[in-house]
């Protein structure tokens, strides 16, 4: 079965730290870009971060630059979204994806495969 697999999601407090993770089952990430995706409450969808599979550049949004980082770790066909310095703006539904393009996107249409999602609050 082809699936992502979310988790690592929950109540953090502002200022602090969270690592997301995504297990990919039925493919093998390494041939894939991997994207992560966030929705909050009444807004769109929208990409937070994405590595190319060709050169493995990274991009950010411009909203978590310097504070998330993306990695994947292909021995273990997984993909993790490292989240720093949590602001309540962040709180959200968070969505790995994965693309055989190869290439990153913000659009979602170029996504050939998503998890289930996992949900981030930020709040004190």
Do not use: H
């Not at 602090?16 to 409450?41: E, K, M, N």
């Not at 539904?93 to 693309?99: E, L, S």
């Amino acid at each position: 079965q082809v699936q992502l697999v979310e988790s690592g999601g929950g109540l953090v407090q502002p200022g602090d730290s969270r690592r997301l993770s995504c297990v990919a089952s039925g493919f093998t990430l390494d041939y894939l870009a991997i994207a992560w995706f966030r929705q909050a409450p009444g807004k769109e969808r929208e990409g937070v971060s994405c590595i190319n599979k060709s050169d493995g550049s990274t991009y950010y949004a411009d909203s978590v630059k310097g504070r998330f980082t993306i990695s994947r770790d292909n021995t273990k066909n997984t993909m993790y979204l490292q989240m720093n310095s949590l602001k309540p703006d962040d709180t959200a539904v968070y969505y790995c994806a994965a693309t055989v393009r190869g290439f990153c996107s913000w659009l979602l249409r170029s996504y050939d495969y998503w998890g289930q999602g996992t949900q981030v609050t930020v709040s004190s």
